[in-house]
């Protein structure tokens, strides 16, 4: 007999998530959404268009405020997250590599390229970039099944994006991330497939349409 293929590492089925709103529905729907285990994929769409949302279900941290009904929801395994803000991914009060080994193996600091030095230090004394390094390894640590990066070079010069996707890149391995970005030509780089969410004619509700990273509507652009 052959290998069995993995389960998906998210599946949805007519999935509908709404905000408690007085004037109109906001929100997003999902016909169907099959994110494969081990995938890179981008999570595009304007401002407001439900990419924090659709990660919230997928993580399983939605606020009290949203309603979720579903036909299939399934995420399978342990979920991870890394925010834009490192500082608060991050004690202040304590060093790097110590937070680190509260959660796993302090290796994962070398496989995001931080040095031993860099790695005794306190998150104040990094820089941007260093520390967004050290908020991805952080989020792995625990080795998670899905890893969620959310907007996480929006604050860094270019130099400093290169490092943190290459990191990131390196570091997650096999582990499924899904990846949320407004910055096109971070998402071609790290990812191949992409979850555009658009928005439908004369309503405040969008809806997810997944493929290829250039036909999900990811101008050729690094803006």
């Given at each position: ?50 990419k924090s949302t ?28 890394v925010a834009q ?139």
């Open positions: 007999m052959g290998q069995l293929s993995p389960p998906p590492a998210v599946s949805m089925k007519h999935v509908r998530v709404r905000y408690d709103n007085a004037h109109h529905d906001v929100g997003i729907d999902i016909d169907e959404l099959v994110i494969p285990a081990g995938a890179r994929v981008a999570l595009t769409g304007p401002s407001g268009s439900g659709l990660a919230a279900t997928i993580g399983g941290f939605l606020p009290t405020t949203a309603t979720v009904s579903a036909e299939s929801l399934q995420v399978s395994g342990r979920v991870g997250y803000d490192s500082f608060g991914a991050l004690n202040p009060l304590m060093r790097v590599e110590n937070q680190i080994r509260l959660l796993g193996d302090t290796s994962i600091l070398e496989q995001v390229g931080l040095s031993r030095d860099n790695a005794h230090k306190y998150p104040l004394e990094l820089s941007g970039g260093q520390r967004q390094r050290a908020a991805i390894a952080f989020a792995l640590a625990s080795q998670p099944d899905i890893i969620i990066a959310d907007e996480i070079t929006s604050a860094l010069d270019p130099v400093a994006i290169v490092d943190v996707l290459r990191a990131l890149d390196h570091a997650a391995g096999n582990t499924t991330v899904i990846f949320i970005s407004h910055h096109h030509g971070a998402a071609r780089f790290l990812c191949d497939t992409a979850i555009t969410l658009k928005k439908q004619p004369d309503s405040a509700i969008f809806t997810a349409h997944y493929g290829p990273i250039a036909a999900a509507g990811a101008p050729h652009d690094d803006h």
